[in-house]
């Protein structure tokens, strides 16, 4: 089966680590992935390069002209796909004009929750209008997680054609290693008997890294006395804003930024406490699973589905609150080294049970031989 991905671009994200899990897991000789990104090259592209057929067309992000599509629509024909699908809002209204009429079913990807739309940029709300009204032209719409296909569906998207398929990981990759952990803390400088709570998630308003460094603040004045570790693009020495956050609420000696790294299982398993302190547009979020998977409690916001990800195995806030994520964290912190132990062994438990990547890759090969053969029969 030939599945053609056509993605907005393959910079570092939830989106491209989805489709690049799922081209890892959906092999040949099966299956065959061509990945089109509508941007220019992204941090993620030599990755893809290895797995599957890629090609970049160089598009201006936001844009959506006549041509771009046009072009688009030749590269859809020139080869015979079994099935289209795209990924994020942009490129799923580009599929859908561009495969206007051809034979191959077009499946989108959302993987946004839709909390108001005066969070989003100007293009942003018109493409998601756009998405709301052309909603019953591709074959399915997929969400990763039940609340942003209930906040799609409120919105206009259609219901009879959207299904959730929960995001799946690897949970050989992402396991608990005290190797990694005690490497990973020397770099950082983490003494051994220091409680590490760490964000892994790029400098966006929405990952509302604010909340983080106030809570953060909270947190000391309770005289505890924890190192706070940021990854991911923007949490660096470049980032001035950041920094002189940072430096404003007294916590220069305390945060590690760690900037883009590509081994996150083994910055999880340095941490104690895993956060996300998301305040919108997080539907379903990668970093929590991972950590999880690694045995470390998490934190979290009411954004998306991260209350039924965490359950049971860590505490739920409201967002914009850093009184409330300090108070968790405490909470955390007093339980000990042992309890917070057994509480992430129970958590990796339940990413094993529900998010495991081999069910949710087998959920998409299904749908996608479903959707091929209704086509075949259509045709």
């Keep these: 089966m030939k599945i053609c991905h056509v993605i907005t671009g393959l910079g570092t994200g939830g989106a491209q680590a989805a489709l690049y899990r799922l081209v890892q897991t959906l092999r040949p000789p099966d299956f065959e992935h061509v990945v089109i990104a509508l941007g220019a090259e992204g941090s993620m592209s030599a990755m893809f390069a290895e797995s599957a057929e890629l090609h970049h067309l160089g598009m201006h992000p936001g844009?959506?002209?006549?041509?771009?599509?046009?072009?688009?629509?030749?590269?859809?024909?020139?080869?015979?796909?079994?099935?289209?699908?795209?990924w994020m809002y942009h490129a799923n209204l580009m599929a859908a004009l561009a495969g206007w009429g051809e034979a191959a079913p077009v499946v989108w990807n959302i993987r946004h929750s839709l909390h108001a739309l005066s969070h989003e940029k100007r293009a942003t709300r018109w493409v998601i209008r756009a998405g709301a009204r052309l909603s019953r032209r591709p074959a399915r719409i997929i969400f990763n997680a039940a609340v942003s296909r209930a906040q799609h569906v409120a919105f206009g998207y259609d219901d009879a054609r959207?299904?959730?398929?929960?995001?799946?990981f690897d949970t050989v990759e992402f396991a608990p290693r005290a190797a990694e952990r005690a490497r990973v803390r020397a770099e950082l400088d983490i003494p051994a008997d220091a409680l590490a709570i760490g964000l892994v998630a790029r400098v966006h308003p929405m990952k509302d890294h604010a909340t983080f460094l106030h809570a953060a603040k909270r947190l000391g004045e309770m005289h505890l006395h924890p190192i706070f570790v940021l990854v991911g693009e923007g949490a660096d020495a470049a980032n001035q804003?950041?920094?002189?956050?940072?430096?404003q609420l007294g916590l220069r000696e305390r945060v590690r930024l760690c900037g883009r790294r590509s081994d996150i299982a083994a910055v999880d398993n340095a941490l104690d406490i895993a956060a996300s302190s998301s305040a919108w547009g997080e539907a379903f979020p990668n970093a929590t699973a991972e950590a999880m998977a690694c045995g470390v409690p998490c934190v979290v916001t009411d954004v998306g589905d991260a209350p039924?990800?965490?359950?049971?195995?860590?505490?739920?806030?409201?967002?914009c609150d850093p009184v409330?994520?300090?108070?968790?964290w405490a909470t955390l912190a007093a339980l000990g080294a042992e309890a917070r132990r057994t509480l992430g062994q129970r958590a990796r438990a339940r990413v094993i049970q529900h998010y495991a990547i081999d069910a949710g890759a087998r959920r998409y090969a299904d749908l996608y031989q479903d959707i091929a053969r209704l086509s075949c029969t259509a045709h």
Aim: overall charge positive.
């Design 63 to 86: 844009r959506l002209l006549p041509h771009e599509v046009l072009r688009l629509r030749r590269m859809l024909r020139n080869r015979r796909y079994d099935v289209i699908q795209s």
């Design 162 to 168: 959207s299904v959730v398929i929960p995001n799946g």
């Design 241 to 247: 804003e950041l920094g002189a956050l940072i430096d």
């Design 308 to 319: 039924a990800i965490v359950d049971d195995t860590g505490a739920v806030v409201p967002p």
């Design 324 to 328: 409330a994520l300090g108070n968790a």
